[in-house]
Nanobody
């Protein structure tokens, strides 16, 4: 009923930039927190950044000052990634906490993941 579709990943050289997008569709009453997570080969999935519906942001220490998370007022979250490093290479996943109806509890939804590779 709810789908998250990501776009914007790819191959970039160290020091380069990318912008990820994630759009939600389906039965949605409201969206609370939106965020990005990543998983590198052989490692656990980790939080990169989150943003609440009030605009409060939270970043992993490793990306502070380089990544910026933002959202529109509807169903899309973005992440601008600057000064990319090889250690940023991972599959990036979008996450949203969504209520499908006014009386329902919030549920976490995930995108399919988009590959970001930082390499020369």
């Amino acid at each position: 009923q709810v789908q998250l579709v990501e776009s914007g990943g790819g191959l970039v050289q160290p020091g380069g930039s990318l912008r990820l997008s994630c759009a939600a569709s389906g039965r949605i009453y409201d969206i609370n927190t939106m965020g990005w997570y990543r998983q590198a080969p052989g490692k656990e999935r980790e939080l990169v950044a989150t943003i609440t519906n009030g605009g409060e942001t939270n970043y992993a220490d490793s990306v502070k000052g380089r990544f910026t998370i933002s959202r529109d007022n509807a169903r899309t979250v973005f992440m601008t990634m600057n000064s990319l490093k090889p250690e940023d290479t991972a599959v990036y996943y979008c996450n949203m906490r969504i209520r499908s109806r006014s009386y329902s509890r919030s549920t976490d939804y995930w995108g399919q993941g988009t590959q970001v590779t930082v390499s020369s």
